[in-house]
T-cell receptor, first 113, second 111 residues
Framework: EADIYQTPRYLVIGTGKKITLECSQT?????MYWYQQDPGMELHLIHY???????EKGDLSSESTVSRIRTEHFPLTLESARPSHTSQYLC????????????FGQGTRLTVV | SQQGEEDPQALSIQEGENATMNCSYK?????LQWYRQNSGRGLVHLIL?????REKHSGRLRVTLDTSKKSSSLLITASRAADTASYFC???????????FGKGTRLHILP
């Protein structure tokens, strides 16, 4: 079982609230990712990081922001949640070398009402 | 834009039958990976095939790769109810590149 954890598992929050989705891994992986997945199941990469103080936007534009102050921690923040942010958010990590697989957390299902 | 695209989008078969899913991708790769996702939870890595390999086996899984056609297939033999899940291919292009997933195939095993 992968040592990567996401909290909360489910979150229902009102419009305009600031939220932070937590993601932590204990495997010492340099690379970390955030994916957004809607009910139609396609995964979209929204943020990734190659290591501490390295963050980049993914292929899908997102109003969320991320930080990577510690290797094991890669939180995602929405400053002002909107109903359009309702989705599942999946965090993953991998070793920074060729032929490395990604390990996923269980996801956070966010509903903005 | 997505790098890989799975086909079919959905597949229903009887338990015990074989299930085949395909993945097509657009640019050069150094490896291709298949993942499974149960009920909207996190993805689990199944198998990785290198660009210089043509076929790979792992238990009931068989993966093929045709780099000339930019396509891969995942075969699950003797399917079981527990195989019901969504299956995704992923195509990291090089060591420093991000892992991009296709749209996935929903597999449903009928009892």
């Amino acid at each position: 079982e992968a040592d990567i954890y996401q909290t909360p598992r489910y979150l229902v929050i009102g419009t305009g609230k600031k939220i932070t989705l937590e993601c932590s891994q204990t495997m010492g992986h340099d690379k970390m990712y955030w994916y957004q997945q809607d009910p139609g199941m396609e995964l979209h990469l929204i943020h990734y990081s190659y290591g501490v103080n390295s963050t980049e936007k993914g292929d899908l534009s997102s109003e969320s922001t991320v930080s990577r102050i510690r290797t094991e921690h890669f939180p995602l923040t929405l400053e002002s949640a909107r109903p359009s942010h309702t989705s599942q958010y999946l965090c993953a990590s991998s070793v920074n070398r060729e032929l490395s697989e990604a390990f996923f957390g269980q996801g956070t299902r966010l509903t903005v009402v | 834009s997505q790098q890989g695209e799975e086909d079919p989008q959905a597949l229903s078969i009887q338990e015990g039958e074989n299930a085949t899913m395909n993945c097509s991708y657009k640019t050069s790769i150094n490896n291709l990976q298949w993942y499974r996702q149960n009920s909207g939870r996190g993805l689990v890595h199944l198998i990785l095939i290198r660009s210089n390999e043509r076929e790979k086996h792992s238990g009931r899984l068989r993966v093929t790769l045709d780099t000339s056609k930019k396509s891969s297939s995942l075969l699950i033999t003797a399917s079981r109810a527990a195989d019901t899940a969504s299956y995704f291919c992923a195509t990291p292009m090089n060591r420093d590149d991000k892992i991009i997933f296709g749209k996935g195939t929903r597999l449903h095993i009928l009892p």
